[in-house]
């Protein structure tokens, strides 16, 4: 069992940078790929990034790619989502999840929570 607990979440401006984290427990963090997604209001939750067991491979929507950075650190069962260049559209609310090769298409076998993320104009 893994439990996933995300934060960093905020109020910011458009062009500003945050930081998102998601702490995983158990011992297993590292045998799983991990993924962030992202679900405005109104609007189905989406695919943002994923990155692999050993952190090399990584994979991004086109709507973030040259924006936003994901990393993990294995040591402190830790995934983290560096934004930059925040626009309005990115606000959603940020999940992080955990699963297979195939995360971006849903092979994901556990969710967080999920942390708020807006971007003002």
């Known amino acids: 069992q893994v439990q996933l607990v995300e934060s960093g979440g905020g109020l910011v401006q458009a062009g500003d940078s945050l930081r998102l984290s998601c702490a995983a427990s158990?011992?297993?963090?590292?045998?799983?790929?991990m993924g962030w997604f992202r679900q405005s209001p109104g609007k189905e939750r989406e695919f943002v990034t994923s990155i692999s067991w050993s952190g090399g491979s990584t994979d991004y929507a086109d709507s973030v790619k040259g924006r936003f950075t994901i990393s993990r650190d294995n040591a402190k069962n830790t995934v983290y989502l560096q934004m930059n260049s925040l626009k309005p559209e990115d606000t959603a609310v940020y999940y992080c999840a955990a699963g297979g090769s195939a995360i971006r298409y849903g092979d994901i076998n556990y969710w967080g929570k999920g942390t708020l993320v807006t971007v003002s104009s």
């Open positions: 158990g011992r297993t963090f590292s045998r799983y790929a």
